[in-house]
DNA sequence: ACGATCTACATGACACATCAACTACTCCCT
DNA sequence: AGGGAGTAGTTGATGTGTCATGTAGATCGT
C-alpha cells in the first residue's frame, strides 16, 4: 500500500459517489428495518438469520457455519442467537460430532415467522430500493457490487 | 401501495442486486470501519460529525440543523454528542437566540483529530471501494444513488 | 398577558455490534 | 497415552442506535 502523503484526495465525482452510497445505505437501511420492525417485529439481522436457516437442510446450521456464510463475527451470532433463542425463534441443539459444537435450529414459530414476514419484506425491498431503479441500474448495481466482494482482501 | 398479496417476487437479478447490495454494504462499512478505529481511534459517526462541524462556519452548529443535515434523529445526535463531548472532540454551547437551543463546536482537539485522520480516512475508503472500481462503474454508483436518494418517500 | 400548543433537546430502557478474554473440546505429534 | 496447539463457542464490557417519553422555552390566538 502506498505511504498516507501520497494518496490522493477524492476527485469530485469520487468523492459525490462517496457521499451518494453513504446516503443511500442511511436511507434504505433505515427504511427496510424500519418495515421489518413495524410490519413483523423483527430486526434486520432477526429476518437475515430465519432466512439464512430456513434455505438449511433440516432448517439447522452450525453456529460457525451460519456466522460464515453471513460474513458475521462468531461472537455476534453466539449474542444473537442467544436473544433470538429468547423468544423462541431458534433453539439450540447439541452437536453429536463435535463436543463443543453448537447447531442452530429453526423453530416451528421461527418458521411461521419467517413467512408471514416474507411478502412484506420483499415488497419493503421493492418501495425503497428495487422499485425506484431501472433494469440497467439494478444490473449495474449487481455489477458494482461482485466487483468490490471479489477485490476486496483482509488488510495486512 | 399494491396489496401485499400482488407485490411480485424479486426476480433473479433483483435477488443477486438486492444480496450484492448487502454484502457489499457489510463488507464495505466494516473495513472502513475498522481501519477508522485502528488508525484514529474515531467510529465512523464520530467521523461524520467531526467532519460536518469542520466544514461548518464557525466550527459550530444547531444539534438540530447538524441532524437534519446528516438524516440522523434528534436523538440520536444528542446521545453521540454527548459521548463526544466527553472525549474532548466537541462541546455545547448555549444558544443566544434560542433557550431550548444547543449549538454544537468543534474544540481544537477535534479539529487536530480530524485533520489527522482525514487522509488515513480517504487512502481506506479508496483500498475498500473506490480504487476497486472504474470509472463508469463510479459514475453509475453516483447516479444510482442520486436516483434512490431522490425517490425515496416517507411511508404513511 | 395568559394558556394551549409546538419545538428543541435530553433521557432511560432496550436491542445490537465489537473486542478481548475465557472455557471446553479436538487434533496431532511424539 | 499425554501434552501442546488449535478450534468452537460463550461471556462481559463498552459503544452505538431506536423508540417512547419528559422538560423547558418559544409562539400564537384571543
Chains 1, 2 share one sequence.
Do not use: F
Not at 420483499?122 to 440497467?136: C, F, K, M, P, Q
Amino acid at each position: 500500500m502506498a505511504r498516507i502523503e501520497e494518496t490522493p484526495w477524492l476527485d469530485p465525482g469520487q468523492q459525490r459517489a462517496w457521499r451518494g452510497y453513504r446516503r443511500l445505505r442511511l436511507l434504505v437501511d433505515t427504511r427496510v428495518a424500519r418495515d421489518l420492525a413495524v410490519d413483523s417485529g423483527l430486526s434486520d439481522p432477526d429476518y437475515d438469520v430465519l432466512s439464512e436457516l430456513s434455505e438449511a437442510s433440516g432448517h439447522r446450521r452450525r453456529l460457525g457455519e451460519l456466522a460464515e456464510r453471513m460474513l458475521w463475527s462468531q461472537s455476534r451470532m453466539s449474542h444473537h442467537v442467544k436473544r433470538m433463542q429468547q423468544r423462541g425463534l431458534v433453539r439450540r441443539e447439541e452437536c453429536a460430532r463435535d463436543g463443543r459444537g453448537a447447531e442452530i435450529v429453526l423453530t416451528g414459530e421461527g418458521l411461521r415467522v419467517i413467512e408471514e414476514a416474507a411478502p412484506h419484506h420483499v415488497a419493503s425491498v421493492r418501495r425503497n430500493l428495487i422499485d425506484l431503479l431501472t433494469a440497467e441500474q439494478i444490473a449495474m448495481l449487481e455489477q458494482i457490487a461482485d466487483t468490490v466482494v471479489e477485490r476486496v482482501e483482509p488488510r495486512p
